[in-house]
């Protein structure tokens, strides 16, 4: 059982900064992670993914080049760097995890087996 927490959600302006963490539970850290958001109203939509040892990562097109992913496995941690936030990348974002031994990360929101709380950002034009 993996269980997440996220963290460093806000209320911005565009083009400031944010940070968001998401902490994994557990003994191994052996899988691939995920940041997905949604609005109210719309589907969840994938946002950045990291492989299970943080060298390969994966972007949708609307964050890359403005959002990095990260993985610090010696602290179970996952961090998600916003930069020039955008009023449109306002969202609740959440944290997904795939079953350990899966090692690499996804688009897919069906292949992650478990999710965190949610952590609203919020940006102001």
């Known amino acids: 059982q993996v269980q997440l927490v996220e963290s460093g959600g806000g209320l911005v302006q565009a083009g400031d900064s944010l940070r968001l963490s998401c902490v994994a539970s557990g003994r191994t850290f052996t899988y691939g992670m995920g940041w997905f958001r949604q609005v109210p109203g719309e589907e969840r939509e994938f946002v950045a993914a990291?492989?299970?040892?943080?060298?390969?990562?994966y972007y949708a097109d609307s964050v890359r080049g403005r959002f990095t992913v990260s993985k610090d496995n010696d602290k179970n941690t996952m961090s998600l760097q916003m930069n020039s936030l955008k009023p449109e990348d306002t969202a609740v974002y959440y944290c997904?995890?795939?079953?350990?031994?899966?090692?690499?990360?996804?688009?897919?929101?069906?292949?992650?087996?478990?999710w965190g709380q949610g952590t609203q950002v919020t940006v102001s034009s």
């Open positions: 997904a995890a795939r079953s350990p031994g899966d090692y690499s990360g996804s688009y897919q929101q069906e292949d992650y087996d478990y």
């Open positions: 990291v492989n299970w040892n943080g060298v390969n990562t």
